[in-house]
């Protein structure tokens, strides 16, 4: 199992940044692939961004190419997703996850580890 701690939430104006990081401890040895996650009240969780742990390979989901970038630092085993020129509709809580094989970037049901989210808040 891969535990999963997220950092760096809070309020920001529009047009703002902010960097979100994700530590993971346990077996981290076990991970192909991390993604960030956001969700708002009455909708589903929805992927952000996505890298290879061991390869030079992201996904971003189309609302946030060119605005976020994620990245990672394998000796520090820490997921870094930085958030630039933020929009009201980005706020929600983000979480990251962990996956252990391929698959889509897309689906909740493909990542087995979870961090407990945090909370950005974009204001207008």
């Known amino acids: 199992q891969v535990q999963l701690v997220e950092s760096g939430g809070g309020l920001v104006q529009a047009g703002g940044s902010l960097r979100l990081s994700c530590a993971a401890s346990?077996?981290?040895?076990?991970?192909?692939?991390m993604g960030w996650f956001r969700q708002t009240p009455g909708k589903e969780r929805e992927i952000v961004a996505g890298?290879?742990?061991?390869?030079?390979?992201?996904y971003y989901t189309d609302s946030v190419k060119g605005r976020f970038t994620i990245s990672r630092d394998n000796v520090k085993n820490t997921v870094y997703l930085q958030m630039n020129s933020l929009k009201p509709d980005d706020t929600a809580v983000y979480y990251c996850?962990?996956?252990?094989?391929?698959?889509?970037?897309?689906?909740?049901?493909?990542?087995?580890?979870w961090g407990q989210g945090t909370q950005v808040t974009v204001s207008s």
């Open positions: 346990g077996r981290t040895n076990s991970i192909y692939g």
């Open positions: 890298v290879r742990w061991n390869i030079d390979m992201t």
């Open positions: 996850a962990a996956r252990r094989s391929r698959g889509s970037w897309l689906y909740t049901s493909e990542y087995e580890d």
